[in-house]
């Protein structure tokens, strides 16, 4: 771990946050798709890790949820268990959730299930701008991406809106600076999922010009410590981490294959927790993004919000551990998503191409 990361100064870590119950709300989808949640499942678990950073200054779960490919689907299609994954999600002490006008019909999803609800106001929606405009300069697509945004989230205020991978940063990070001045975005932020691009990503978060940085970081993807995270704790950006599972590689390394004894040490009951529990106990990051459509992965996953996180010791010890498993080394040369199927607008449409590419 780089020394920089080292700082502590503007994160703080504590258990025990608690987010107030909402009552039940009737939604289009109540009668449907979550009239079998009872009232109850609907009030936030208690003693959950949360974590913050100076720019955004709300505690915040250390586990949220991220949608890319797993709430997309045709329309028409059964969308039953992805309203257990969000009922689970929010029963369980959930507010991150992270979604993208590229996400097919993601946002679609996010919104129409939340207010089902009645906890669309209470989520922590971080979203995504993707716009090059007409011409240079031209910032009329980003403004109507937030205009469709708000609708499909039916939200008045995005949490966090991102320059997704850093497309027409120049001119989108300053709009999303101009829409936080308004009120129409609480946070500025700037993400990016490939490690070519990570150098570009840590020089915007060292010209302060944003309040939330998303990068790829796992426990096998660790380029993140060298700059970015440093250079976000000492400026007291939030950090959201996406793919810590390594679009769900890691968990083929490990397939067949029981915990370590030493997990029990900090409260690891499966692979999933094992992973994110890695992730979120360094100390600059604020959250981590796995996405799931299962509800019982997503159950998994929120598990990690609970019970001690690994030291610096034990986070050493977990990585020279899964270092000398078979395949580890060369994880990245896999193919993504291995054993899953997704079926939703964005996979139609790239078979599709790929077809008319042949």
Not at 51 to 70: S, V
Not at 244 to 267: C, M, N, T, W
Not at 334 to 345: A, C, E, L
């Amino acid at each position: 771990m780089s020394n920089g990361a080292k700082s502590t100064a503007d994160r703080t870590f504590s258990t025990g946050a608690h987010v107030s119950r909402r009552a039940f709300l009737g939604g289009t989808l109540a009668s449907g798709l979550l009239s079998a949640a009872p009232l109850t499942a609907l009030a936030q678990e208690s003693n959950t890790v949360t974590k913050t950073a100076r720019r955004i200054n709300t505690p915040l779960p250390a586990i949220g949820l991220g949608t890319f490919l797993t709430f997309d689907a045709l329309p028409g299609q059964s969308r039953a268990h992805l309203a257990e994954v969000m009922r689970r999600f929010w029963a369980a002490g959930g507010r991150v959730i992270d979604t993208s006008p590229l996400y097919g019909m993601g946002e679609v999803n996010v919104g129409d299930f939340a207010a089902a609800l009645g906890i669309g106001d209470r989520l922590f929606i971080t979203n995504k701008v993707w716009s090059t405009g007409e011409f240079l300069g031209d910032d009329s697509h980003a403004r109507r991406s937030l205009d469709v945004s708000m609708q499909r989230l039916w939200r008045e205020r995005i949490d966090v809106m991102q320059c997704h991978s850093l497309v027409n940063a120049d001119v989108v990070v300053p709009l999303l600076n101009a829409w936080k001045a308004e009120g129409k975005i609480g946070h500025v932020g700037v993400s990016h999922h490939e490690p070519d691009y990570f150098s570009a990503l840590a020089r915007w978060v060292q010209r302060d010009d944003i309040d939330v940085v998303q990068v790829h970081y796992s426990i096998h993807t660790r380029q993140a410590e060298e700059r970015i995270l440093p250079a976000a704790a000492e400026r007291g950006i939030a950090v959201l981490v996406n793919m810590p599972f390594e679009k769900a590689r890691l968990f083929s390394i490990v397939a067949g294959r029981a915990l370590p004894d030493f997990a029990r040490e900090i409260g690891a009951e499966n692979w999933a927790q094992f992973f994110l529990k890695w992730v979120v106990s360094h100390p600059a990051v604020t959250c981590a993004l796995p996405a799931t459509s299962n509800p019982e992965h997503l159950s998994q996953n929120m598990g990690a919000l609970r019970g001690p996180l690994p030291d610096r010791e034990m986070r050493a010890r977990m990585v020279r551990y899964m270092e000398s498993m078979p395949g580890f080394a060369t994880l990245a040369a896999m193919p993504p998503y291995p054993n899953k199927q997704y079926t939703g607008v964005i996979t139609r449409a790239q078979r599709a191409l790929r077809k008319h590419q042949q």
